[in-house]
């Protein structure tokens, strides 16, 4: 069954430091999401990308982050100078069509930890 | 405000028995909701979706029912098994083009 790959599983930075947390979304998928969790907290929305370009963002995602399509099967999440509160598990979810009427598909997670 | 709440307190059930998960919401009209499985250290996994025009949904051995005027969604899970034990999260559509998650219900389903 198809699924949604994301690279690396767990990453560890200094506050300050630029990461860039990688995601192959399904192949036949037309929209792209990221979300984070907090630990011990609730999934957070905070982007969604659709043609190349942002169709709606959280308020959290705010000018640190930026998401990007390089090629035709890779989705990246820029987080530019990461703060201790960026610490938190990032998801990346696909779907066939525009949400909320279709199922998403979720990535296993990359776990980032700011010092 | 805006709220989906979900029950914070564990569910702990026996094996056999059928769990059943609360998601409440106030000043929302979803169109749509959805029910995902989460394990510890996992990506939120899809179980079910139903719209606001359907009273009730079902897959193998979980039904969803969606009642927008008491502004409710019931999960059950019927004949449950310690395999069943996880985090079951309710999302929304709140009029945008992605998900807000309820805080989830952890589920202990005792051998």
């Known amino acids: 069954e198809p699924e949604v790959t994301q690279t690396p599983s767990h990453q560890v930075t200094q506050m300050g430091q630029e990461v860039i947390l990688r995601c192959v979304p399904i192949?036949?998928?037309?929209?792209f999401y990221w979300y984070r969790q907090i630990l011990g907290q609730k999934v957070e929305f905070l982007v969604s990308?659709?043609?190349?370009?942002?169709?709606?963002k959280s308020e959290i995602f705010d000018d640190q982050f930026s998401v990007e399509r390089p090629d035709g099967s890779n989705f990246t999440l820029k987080i530019r100078s990461t703060k201790l509160e960026d610490s938190a598990m990032y998801f990346c979810?696909?779907?066939?069509?525009?949400?909320?009427?279709?199922?998403?598909?979720f990535g296993p997670g990359t776990r980032l930890l700011v010092l | 405000s805006q709220k989906i709440e979900q029950n914070s307190e564990a569910l702990n059930i026996q094996e056999g028995k059928t769990a059943t998960l609360t998601c409440n919401y106030t000043n929302y009209s979803p169109a749509y909701l959805q029910w995902y499985r989460q394990d510890p250290g996992r990506g939120p996994v899809f179980l079910l979706l139903i719209r606001e025009n359907e009273k009730e949904k079902r897959k193998e051995r979980l039904k969803v029912t969606f009642d927008t005027t008491l502004k409710q969604s019931l999960f059950h899970i019927t004949a449950s098994q310690p395999a069943d034990s996880a985090t079951y999260l309710c999302?929304?559509?709140?009029?945008?083009?992605?998900?807000?998650f309820g805080s989830g219900t952890r589920l202990q389903v005792q051998p």
């Open positions: 990308f659709y043609n190349n370009e942002i169709s709606e």
């Open positions: 999302a929304l559509d709140t009029g945008r083009r992605a998900l807000t």
């Open positions: 979810a696909s779907s066939e069509s525009p949400m909320p009427r279709e199922t998403q598909y």
């Open positions: 192949s036949n998928h037309l929209y």
